[in-house]
């Protein structure tokens, strides 16, 4: 199946797709900082690159969107035209998020996975049962 727009209009549209300080990004890190949690972004030079680093508790978390990182839930999509692109390309994100996640924990680190869904269940609002747990998973680690 082609594409339904021009080449053009379709850049357009990809490069309107941000890959930081996303909706579900900024919430995560609000509400966890409103808990008193600090962290760093920007990866701290580790694998993968994660969302939020908390080098003191050696643990980082990921917040992933599901069509990116093709999570099945009522989200997620096959796109309908250029399929083998599509699945080529969601594939190869789901075995470098394997690869990455064994990675850190090989260096020691403990990963966290927060996915677009868990968030936009409560429309970006607290209370949120998924930051709920993360923070006691956070705050258990000394």
Known sequence: ?????????????MAGIKCKDTKPEVFLRKALHAQGLRYRLGGCGLPGKP??????????????????????????????????????????????????????????????????????ETRFQLPNESIEQLLLELKSIK
């Open 1 to 13: 199946m082609i594409d339904i727009v021009d080449p053009a209009t379709r850049s357009r549209m």
């Open 51 to 120: 969302d939020l680093v908390f080098p003191s508790r050696k643990a980082v978390v990921f917040v992933h969107g599901c069509f990116w990182h093709r999570y099945e839930c009522r989200y997620f999509k096959w796109p309908q035209s250029n399929g083998a692109f599509w699945k080529t390309k969601l594939d190869r994100n789901v075995k470098r998020d394997m690869c990455v996640k064994a990675a850190l924990k090989q260096l020691g680190w403990l990963v966290f996975t927060v996915w677009e869904c868990e968030l936009r």
